[in-house]
């Protein structure tokens, strides 16, 4: 059983900074993509950044280019998103997620087999 354990989330100043993580267990990721999604109050779920966990490819919604970074450590089969300059349109709650297979389509939630609970963050302005 796959599990996804999201930690990080909180309040922040507009221009200030988050690293979410995301634990997973109950699987060997290596053939794994993992993703970041957040959802707004009365909007849809939308793709942030995800990330292969073999070989470390990425990709970024263009909302966030530039000031949000994936990584994973191998070790403790955890995913991070760093998350700089915050924006009050970045505020939401963020999941994470993973599905096994091939890294394409990776920014549908449709796509995506598991999910954690989601981490509430917020930016004030």
């Known amino acids: 059983q796959v599990q996804l354990v999201e930690s990080g989330g909180g309040l922040v100043q507009a221009g200030g900074s988050l690293r979410l993580s995301c634990a997973a267990s109950?699987?060997?990721?290596?053939?794994?993509?993992m993703g970041w999604f957040r959802q707004a109050p009365g909007k849809e779920r939308e793709f942030v950044a995800a990330?292969?966990?073999?070989?470390?490819?990425?990709s970024y919604a263009d909302s966030v280019k530039g000031r949000f970074t994936i990584s994973r450590d191998n070790a403790k089969s955890t995913v991070f998103l760093q998350m700089n300059s915050l924006k009050p349109e970045d505020t939401a709650v963020y999941y994470c997620a993973a599905r096994r297979g091939p890294f394409t389509v990776v920014n549908g939630p449709s796509a995506y087999d598991y999910w954690g609970q989601g981490t509430q963050v917020t930016v004030s302005s």
């Open positions: 109950g699987r060997t990721f290596s053939s794994y993509v």
């Open positions: 990330i292969r966990w073999s070989g470390g490819m990425t």
